[in-house]
C-alpha cells in the first residue's frame, strides 16, 4: 500500500519534511550517477573499435573484513594490458567499458580467460583512444545505482505526501452550533498520491530496465533478469493502489461529518452526524463511525530511544444499518460518544513531553466492492 503507514504521522512536520528531502536527495544524486555512468557505458560500447592487446599483468587481489565477528573475504581480478593506436603504445586496467562487475564472470574465471602474456582481443574508444576495456558488455552495476535508490526516493515520496493533507485545517462552524470536520486526506488525494508514487517507479526504473534489455547482450545475466524481476513486482503495489483508489473515488464521495460541539469536552456527550454519498448500489455489511485516542510513548531499549503508538481508548458504533442498495443513495446517521472525564485531552502542539495523546474520528464503511475509510483528527479538551 502506498497510503502512509501509521508511524508515519507521530513525525513532526518539519522532521518529515527534512526526512523526505534526505531520502529523497541522496537517492536522486544516486539516481542521476547511474544515468550518467549508463549512458557512458552505452557510449563506450557503441564508439568501440577492436584492437589486439597484451596482457601484462593477471592476478588475483585477495582482501577480508570483519562484520559481526564474522570474516568476508573479497577477490578482484586486477588485469593490465598493453595495446598500440596510431603507433602510440597505451596502458590500461579496465575490463569492462562501465567499470564495474556486477553479475559478471567471478575474478578467478577472469584471469584464467586473461592469463599474462596472451594477446587477446581488446576495444578502445574511437573518441578516445586512451579508453580501452577487454570485455564488450553492458554490466548491471550501472542501473542498480538507477534501481535501488528508488525504494529510498519512494519513501521520501510518502513522507512528502502524507504532509500535504488537509488534517490541519480547523473544522468549520456551520450555524447552530454545527462544526464541519475537514478531511483528513480525500480519496482523490489519495488516489493522485498513489499515481504519482507508481509513476515515478515505473517511469524512471522502467525506463532503466527497458534501456538495459534493449541493448545488453545476450545471454543476459541472471542477476540482472532477478533485480528486474522483483523491481517490477514490487512496483505492483503502488499501481493497485492507485487503482483502488480510483474505484473508490467513483462510487463513494468524501464523507460528510458535523458535530454539534467542537472542542470535544470530556464527560459531556458528542452528536456526530455523518453523511455519506454512494454510488451504483451495492451491499453493505456495516457503517461504523469510531471515535479513538492514540497513544505515543517512548521507552529506552538497549540504549536507545524508541517510540511506540497505539490506541488508548476506543469506542465504535454503527451509524447506519446493514443494507442492500438498488441504486444511488445517500446513507446518513447520528451517533452519541461519551468521552471519560478521566481520558487526558490531545496533547497541545509544542509539548515535547511523553506520552502525547491525539484523538480521532475514523469512518469504516463495508460493502461489496472496495471499502470505505477516512479519518479525521478531532481535538479533545
Known amino acids: 500500500m502506498v497510503y502512509v503507514p501509521m508511524a508515519i504521522h507521530i513525525i513532526p512536520a518539519m522532521g518529515r519534511w527534512i526526512i523526505s528531502i534526505v531520502f529523497g536527495g541522496v537517492a536522486m544524486v544516486f539516481i542521476g550517477v547511474g544515468l550518467v555512468m549508463a549512458w557512458h557505458q552505452d557510449a563506450a560500447i557503441r564508439n568501440a573499435e577492436p584492437v589486439k592487446a597484451t596482457i601484462t599483468l593477471s592476478a588475483v587481489d585477495t582482501s577480508s573484513s570483519y562484520h559481526k565477528g564474522r570474516r568476508h573475504t573479497r577477490h578482484t581480478a586486477r588485469i593490465s594490458y598493453n595495446y598500440t593506436v596510431g603507433g602510440e603504445t597505451r596502458t590500461s586496467k579496465t575490463i569492462y567499458p562501465g567499470g564495474m562487475n556486477v553479475g559478471g564472470e567471478s575474478a578467478h574465471d577472469l584471469v584464467a580467460r586473461f592469463p599474462k602474456g596472451s594477446t587477446v582481443d581488446a576495444f578502445f574508444d574511437r573518441r578516445d583512444a586512451s579508453a580501452a576495456f577487454l570485455l564488450k558488455r553492458h554490466d548491471f552495476g ?24 488537509s488534517k490541519k485545517l480547523p473544522p468549520i462552524e456551520k450555524g447552530n452550533g454545527q462544526w464541519l470536520l475537514p478531511t483528513g486526506m480525500t480519496t482523490a488525494s489519495k488516489f493522485n498520491n498513489a499515481a504519482l508514487l507508481a509513476g515515478v517507479w515505473w517511469l524512471v526504473g522502467g525506463f532503466a530496465i527497458f534501456h538495459y534489455f534493449r541493448v545488453a547482450e545476450r545471454p543476459y545475466d541472471s542477476f540482472a533478469v532477478w533485480v528486474s524481476v522483483v523491481y517490477l513486482a514490487v512496483g505492483i503495489a503502488p499501481l493497485w493502489t492507485a487503482a483502488h483508489f480510483w474505484s473508490l473515488m467513483h462510487k463513494v464521495s468524501d464523507a460528510l461529518v458535523t458535530t454539534d460541539a467542537y472542542p470535544i469536552r470530556r464527560g459531556h456527550p458528542l452528536k456526530v452526524n455523518v453523511k455519506l454519498e454512494l454510488a451504483g448500489g451495492g451491499n453493505i455489511e456495516t457503517a461504523t463511525a469510531t471515535l ?27 451509524f447506519a444499518p446493514a443494507q442492500d442498495l ?56
Open 326 to 381: 438498488v441504486a444511488d443513495r445517500t446513507i446518513s446517521g447520528d451517533v452519541v460518544f461519551h468521552v471519560p472525564f478521566e481520558q487526558l485531552p490531545t496533547t497541545l502542539k509544542g509539548d515535547r513531553s511523553y506520552p502525547r495523546y491525539q484523538w480521532e474520528l475514523r469512518l469504516l464503511v463495508k460493502r461489496s466492492g472496495p471499502d470505505y475509510k477516512s479519518k479525521f483528527v478531532v481535538q479533545v479538551v
Open 292 to 318: 479513538v485516542c492514540r497513544r505515543t510513548i517512548r521507552s529506552n531499549r538497549t540504549g536507545k530511544n524508541q517510540t511506540h503508538t497505539d490506541d488508548a481508548w476506543i469506542s465504535e458504533q454503527p
Open 142 to 165: 550501472p542501473y542498480l545505482f538507477i534501481l535501488f535508490p528508488m525504494l529510498h526516493l519512494s519513501i521520501g515520496l510518502i513522507l512528502l505526501l502524507s504532509g500535504g493533507s
